[in-house]
């Protein structure tokens, strides 16, 4: 089955400065692929996600990228704020077959003031 | 508010007890999918179910069982409770089995502590 590694797991950045979260899957027929982000004690929320015909997307200060070929996808949050602080989860499925989302064990993001 | 609610939002039971966690979807999801997340640990996958049947299965224990009814709101059963039970239990729907362009929309969550 599918298998998502991420890294880093915590990453602290100063206020300001790009944030990048990188995530591997191993199915290749992988072809769904979406970021949520999850606050203390909150549920999860989609922030962005990629499908696999498209290689890069933005949202205002977030973007993904994917390289199918090497199988890995990242997120890059620019001028990160205080309140980009959170846990994110990259995920990873097949539609058209069974739907459910394997997801990475989460890198928690700090911004400093 | 998401529009997926789940209840309660916080049980606190014993060893051996059971306990049923309740789901009710976006009103149009058709699937459910249930989420276990322990301390510092990311969400792991337990079960799926689509229009009332069961459609994936992930680590899902013995001890653990679900269902779907036909208004479209499902359980989660926990029986034979141990301390490392205790955990969050997220559920999540979808508008269709391959959710096209939508994702998974969370539910608040349900925080069960066994002790």
């Known amino acids: 089955g599918e298998n998502v590694e991420q890294h880093p797991s915590t990453l602290s950045v100063q206020e300001g400065d790009s944030a990048v979260i990188k995530c591997t899957y191993s199915?290749?027929?992988?072809?769904?692929f979406p970021w949520y982000k999850q606050e203390l004690g909150k549920r999860p929320q989609l922030i962005i996600d990629?499908?696999?015909?498209?290689g890069e997307k933005k949202d205002q200060r977030i973007a993904v990228t994917l390289n199918k070929t090497a199988k890995h996808f990242s997120l890059h949050i620019t001028e990160t704020q205080p309140e980009d602080s959170a846990v994110y989860f990259c995920?990873?499925?097949?539609?058209?077959?069974?739907?459910?989302?394997?997801f990475g064990k989460g890198t928690k993001l700090s911004v400093k003031p | 508010d998401s529009g997926v609610t789940q209840t309660p939002k916080h049980l606190i039971t014993a060893t051996g007890q059971r306990v049923t966690l309740r789901c009710s979807p976006r009103?149009?999801?058709?699937?459910v999918y249930w989420y276990q997340q322990s301390l510092d640990q990311g969400l792991q996958f337990l079960i799926q179910?689509?229009?009332?049947?069961?459609?994936a299965k992930g680590n899902i224990l013995e001890r653990f069982s679900a269902q779907q009814f036909p208004d479209l709101h499902s359980e989660l059963n926990l029986s034979s409770l141990e301390l490392g039970d205790s955990a969050l239990y997220f559920c999540?729907?979808?508008?269709?089995?391959?959710?096209?362009?939508?994702?998974?929309?969370f539910g608040s969550g349900t925080r069960l502590t066994v002790v």
């Open positions: 999540a729907s979808s508008v269709e089995m391959n959710f096209a362009n939508y994702g998974y929309t």
């Open positions: 995920a990873a499925s097949k539609e058209g077959s069974q739907g459910n989302l394997i």
């Open positions: 990629i499908r696999s015909n498209v």
């Open positions: 179910y689509y229009n009332g049947e069961e459609r």
């Open positions: 199915d290749s027929a992988s072809n769904y």
């Open positions: 009103s149009g999801d058709l699937s």
